[in-house]
RNA sequence: GCAGGGGUUCCCGAGUGGCCAAAGGGAUCAGACUGUAAAUCUGACGCGCAAGCUUCGGUGGUUCGAAUCCACCCCCCUGCACCA
């Protein structure tokens, strides 16, 4: 890796990455040499959702652009609970569970860095190294003694907790700032490690270990934050109704992660593709101009949610994702041949297999059973709609009392399989038992 | 500790003895329209296919009948006091 890309920071200005940074500018100054530089991720999970997706490609860029990164995970810090503009005090989890997490989400975090480049590899760490065995009196006069109460009270990530009706904020949460401005510190001192970035909630916590750094080290280190991802509707983003969009395959189907790119907002596309993906901000802006010129159906979905899936679920997961967006949505559903059908439940298309007897069993229990809604509710409205369609013809209400004929061999494709639509975007394979 | 204000269905927030499964808004789901969009319109939105069943911090009570009244308890907020 010979030298720096010195236009990292224009660039991720011009995606809209940057929305603050210490130092006046001189951060520009500090980047034109390889540094090394950190960000945090706390295990609440066993994974991390596309929440964590910003800091995570960010880091990458800046190895990318020759800096050497590393990724903490907070095995310490998960133990207590960051209160940065969360509404409450939440629960603590063991440390046997929170360690379990740390496993996961390294494996998780890992994936995303190159460990062997050369003088700018990758690590990763665990900040419970260094607080495990610490003293809570050493703490409290090495740590605790740099930090004045009169400041942590008015920073705006806990202002809310702190004069709002309702919450209060334990002294627990209330410490975590000092834990995380110590990991900052750490990895200075360890590592030369002088640039911490992460999501724009995090800058009271980045703020607190540049103060430390150069109070215990006399160092001079930097912090930048990336923009919370919003959406131009104002809903949350990385929700769908089927709940988080996780990174784990096992808890988001590369399909469905596929499928949520693809639903993203036009308002979003573009900002979206410049926060996601790697490809440049002119070849972006290119696409934006042809989407506009075209009119109607716009490429810029298309295109970030292949992006985004093959960064995270490789080129099998697009292809496994694009295979069965293609039988669903375009095209005849109709045709599929015996091993295309046993394709799509490889690729991870929701399936389960039917019972042998279904009982007094309602069509609608069946359908809840197999977890295409949360309670039997949307199904009957779905069904007295004629929302609900399995192998391509409507079902009726009239139905519900008959899953055995409905879900019959001889209407079986190939003799075993059903495919079946409820509403215009949730498909569920089922098989015939045997 | 004293005084005052609060705890309602996913969220916000009405409701002060029956007309309340509980207004309104948001979120969500389904239909029409469309581009597997947006906006808009329509319907649903505690559980149950239904009959019906279970809810309004908790427990008891008053009443033919309670989210609404009473008692006690738990939790939150505000002020004062105590402590210092």
Known sequence: MAGVDTTL?????????????????????????????????????????????????TLKRFQAAGHKPIALVGGATGLIGDPSFKAQERNLNTPEVVAGWVDKIRAQVSRFIDFDCGENSAMVVNNLDWTKDLSVLDFLRDVGKHFSV????????????????????????????????????????GYDCTLQIGGSDQ???????????????????????????????GTKFGKTESGTIWLDPARTSPYAFYQFWLNTADAD???????????????????????????????????????VTREIHGEEGVAAAERISRALFSGDSTEL??????????????????????GDQSLIHVLVEAGMAPSGKPVKDALGRNAVLV??????????????????????????????????????LFTLAG
Not at 409 to 426: M, N, T
Request: negative net charge; contains cysteine; charged residues 25%.
């Open 9 to 57: 920071l224009k660039d991720l200005d011009r995606r809209g990455l940057i929305n603050q940074a210490t130092g006046d500018g001189e951060l520009t100054e500090h980047l034109a040499q390889s540094r090394t530089l950190y960000c945090g991720f706390d295990p609440t999970a066993d994974s991390l959702h596309i929440g964590s997706l910003v800091p995570l490609l």
């Open 150 to 189: 009169n400041n942590m009270v008015n920073k705006e990530s806990v202002k809310q907790r702190i004069q709002r009706e309702g919450e209060g904020i334990s002294f627990t949460e209330f410490s975590y700032m000092l834990l995380q401005s110590m990991d900052f510190s750490e990895l200075y001192r």
């Open 203 to 233: 800058w009271g916590n980045i703020t607190g270990g540049v103060d430390l750094t150069r109070r215990q080290h006399r160092g001079k280190v930097f912090g930048m934050t990336m923009p919370l991802v919003t959406k131009a509707d």
């Open 269 to 307: 596309a573009y900002k979206f593709l410049r926060y996601f993906t790697f490809l440049s901000v002119d070849e972006i802006d290119e696409i934006e101009r042809a989407d506009a010129e075209r009119a109607g159906k716009p490429e810029a979905q298309g295109i970030l949610a292949r992006e």
């Open 337 to 358: 041949s015996e091993s295309d059908l046993e394709q799509l439940r490889q690729d991870g298309l929701p399936s389960s297999v039917l019972p042998a007897d279904f």
């Open 391 to 428: 192998n391509g013809q409507a079902v009726g209400i009239d139905r519900n009392s008959d899953p055995a004929g409905v879900f019959s061999q001889a209407h079986a494709k190939c003799g075993r399989f059903f495919i079946v639509r409820l509403g215009k975007k949730k498909y569920h």
